[in-house]
């Protein structure tokens, strides 16, 4: 959510911290010749029409409204970042003493809920899995950055009422929701 360049560098610093973290330590439990499968989450540009794009325009409209400041709004940060191909090489590159990749794929990979969704055209349903999904990890970012001084109940208050527009929005504009994502399958030298 944030643009604040800073926040982004510390978010991309820490991407590359922890997937060199993760491989320095997974290579320390595999033994030579096993495999280390995972996927990375990558840069993609956010469709115009998205749940994310949807909660990133509740809290705009939270700002225009004055339940949200614009200086907690600048601060607001989901702790993940998506991390691209030049990225992702130069942590391998680190470690090319220890992994040798096996399998490198780009993939898109879409929301299960989707699926059912094209089944029953329930859009409240498929709002509520987007809802509680992008509640579970991003709650949280929105919450810390809250003023201190709020009261505790305000502030949740302001997350309720911020999941349950997201709902209404979800509810009225059913789309799928893609991630890209890299697979790999890396061998333990």
């Known amino acids: 959510m944030s643009e604040d360049p800073v926040i982004i560098k510390e978010l991309r610093d820490t991407a590359i911290k922890d997937l060199d973290n993760i491989l320095t330590l997974r290579g320390k439990?595999?033994?030579?010749?096993?495999?280390?499968?995972?996927?990375?989450?990558?840069?993609?540009?956010?469709?115009?029409?998205?749940?994310?794009?949807?909660?990133?325009?509740?809290?705009?409209?939270?700002v225009a409204l004055g339940r949200i400041t614009q200086e907690e709004r600048a601060k607001m940060a989901i702790r993940n970042y998506q991390r691209n191909d030049d990225m992702i090489n130069e942590v391998l590159g680190k470690h090319n003493s220890n992994w040798r990749i096996v399998h490198k794929e780009t993939v898109t990979s879409r929301f299960p809920a989707w699926g059912q969704y094209e089944i029953d055209h329930d859009a409240k349903k498929l709002a509520k899995t987007y809802t509680e999904w992008l509640q579970e990890w991003t709650a949280g970012a929105i919450m810390m950055n809250l003023a201190a001084t709020r009261p505790q109940q305000e502030k949740q208050f302001i997350i309720s009422d911020i999941y349950e527009e997201l709902f209404n929005r979800c509810a009225a504009n059913p789309m799928p929701l893609d991630v890209q994502l890299y697979d790999f399958i890396l061998q333990k030298l």
């Open 29 to 62: 439990e595999i033994k030579s010749g096993g495999h280390f499968c995972f996927d990375i989450l990558l840069d993609h540009p956010i469709p115009r029409l998205s749940c994310w794009r949807l909660l990133n325009d509740v809290v705009a409209d939270f």
